[in-house]
């Protein structure tokens, strides 16, 4: 297997199906073998049964469900612990970024990087759609908090645009706690810290505005997720240099 996309999905039910049919009519048109694995977030609309529409005649898609709500952080390693492809990619559901750039990001993986992040804060990012400016505003304010308490280089660590080699995703994902919005800083910090090669890359990106980050509350549980970061790493809870096994169950 070559690609896996692994696409968190939470209450999705009326931009997954769309964001499907373009990822299969992309992969339809590559030569190389691939899968999409649709993790269900415990959505409480028609998100199961979008997904499972595809997974009944499509052997590319596969659907799986947590048992209740755990975050975007959690089904991500979900699906990158259950993925069986050479390089593994994340994108959101909402595809914001369209599927074709990974083109991109796999050219930097077949280059001997580990890592590569869409961006859209590089020069050559191409923004089609732009944030409302308040949310522009909380991303920057974000970003500077990472650059001064976690981890500096990376102008963008929330695009939800990112593949990894797979031993680079398997090791990072046995080692993460961060189980929601956060966990994308998280995963960074940790190939940092590791020694993985990272490559920021920039891409074409289009806001969707129904979004599910809530300005304030969720701003607050990230700061609060940094900081979690910062204390896992200081008392030894990554493991780092160690061998590590940590299942998902739900």
Excluded at 47 to 62: C, I, R
Excluded at 158 to 177: L, S, Y
């Amino acid at each position: 297997m070559d690609l896996s996309i692994i696409i968190p999905a939470y209450n999705e039910e009326r931009r997954l199906g769309g964001s499907l049919h373009a990822i299969l009519a992309y992969l339809a048109r590559q030569p190389y073998s691939s899968e999409i694995i649709v993790v269900d977030d415990g959505s409480q609309d028609a998100t199961t049964q979008v997904a499972a529409s595809f997974s009944g005649h499509q052997p590319k898609v596969q659907l799986l469900r947590n048992g209740r709500n755990r975050g975007k952080g959690y089904s991500v390693r979900k699906g990158f612990l259950r993925a069986k492809g050479k390089y593994l990619l994340f994108s959101d559901a909402d595809l914001s970024t369209p599927i074709e750039e990974v083109e991109r990001l796999v050219a930097c993986l077949r280059d001997g990087y580990d890592i590569a992040v869409g961006s859209r804060a590089l020069a050559e990012s191409r923004i089609e759609v732009r944030q409302p400016w308040y949310r522009q505003n909380m991303g920057r304010l974000f970003n500077v908090l990472v650059q001064a308490l976690i981890l500096r280089g990376i102008q963008d660590t929330q695009c939800g645009f990112k593949c990894f080699r797979r031993e680079a995703a398997v090791e990072i994902c046995r080692r993460m706690r961060c189980e929601r919005f956060a966990f994308d800083v998280e995963m960074l910090y940790l190939a940092h810290v590791m020694g993985y090669r990272v490559a920021e890359v920039p891409v074409v990106w289009r806001n969707s505005p129904e979004t599910k980050v809530h300005a304030i509350r969720d701003s607050a549980a990230m700061f609060a997720d940094l900081l979690a970061i910062r204390s896992n790493h200081f008392r030894g809870r990554y493991a780092i240099g160690r061998a590590v096994s940590r299942q998902i169950t739900a």
